[in-house]
T-cell receptor
């Protein structure tokens, strides 16, 4: 059974600080996805990482993928309040029509 | 504008009632999915369909049914057999292009039990 584990599940950080969210998964996969969800809203795609060593950056967020370690990280640089949201990582499952298997999410709160 | 439309946004179900959640996409995507999200949890797969007139059970299909009569439509019925239906339901689709699997999500339907 494919497992996707994120940590931490809750994160409160001050504006201007840096932090990293970790995503471990239990099966071989070359593709990993990061989504953002605001309260009561749907999911917004942030990054699609398609190969080992992939690194993508958008604003204050940077995601990386190490398929050998089965680990992805989402690094937050100089956090601002607008980044407060829940962040999910997901791995696709070829045996289920490439449906996504999600972690439980990291609820991020950025405070002044 | 291309996208995925879910309706209604909020839905209330009475005891013993079946309810149907609509999902329509105009992205010309082959694959469509239904996920359930409970508070503080990630999404779990209910059903998926890779092609018209074909669909498969996901991890938590019990108490749900779907149909895929048209490429653009993938409705989900929550039957009376689903004893704990209160959740946020998200529909998604993807084009299944080579080396790509970017899933696009609808705005969701929030289902509650009266």
């Amino acid at each position: 059974e494919l497992k996707v584990e994120q940590n931490p599940l809750f994160l409160s950080m001050q504006e201007g600080k840096n932090y990293t969210i970790y995503c471990n998964y239990s099966t071989t996969s070359d593709r990993l996805y990061w989504y953002r969800q605001d309260p009561g809203k749907s999911l917004e795609s942030l990054f699609v990482l398609l190969s080992n060593g992939a690194v993508k950056q958008e604003g204050r967020l940077m995601a990386s993928l190490d398929t050998k370690a089965r680990l992805s990280t989402l690094h937050i640089t100089a956090a601002v309040h607008d980044l407060s949201a829940t962040y999910f990582c997901a791995v696709d499952t070829p045996g289920s029509g490439y449906a996504l298997n999600f972690g439980k999410g990291t609820s991020l709160l950025v405070t002044p | 504008d291309g996208g995925i439309t879910q309706s209604p946004k909020y839905l209330f179900r009475k005891e013993g009632q079946n309810v149907t959640l609509s999902c329509e996409q105009n992205l010309n995507h082959d694959a469509m999915y239904w996920y359930r999200q409970d508070p503080g949890q990630g999404l779990r797969l209910i059903y998926y369909s890779q092609i018209v007139n074909d669909f498969q059970k996901g991890d938590i299909a019990e108490g749900y049914s779907v149909s895929r009569e048209k490429k653009e439509s993938f409705p989900l019925t929550v039957t009376s057999a689903q004893k704990n239906p209160t959740a946020f339901y998200l529909c998604a689709s993807n084009p299944r292009g080579p080396a790509k699997n970017i899933q696009y999500f609808g705005a969701g339907t929030r289902l509650s039990v009266l």
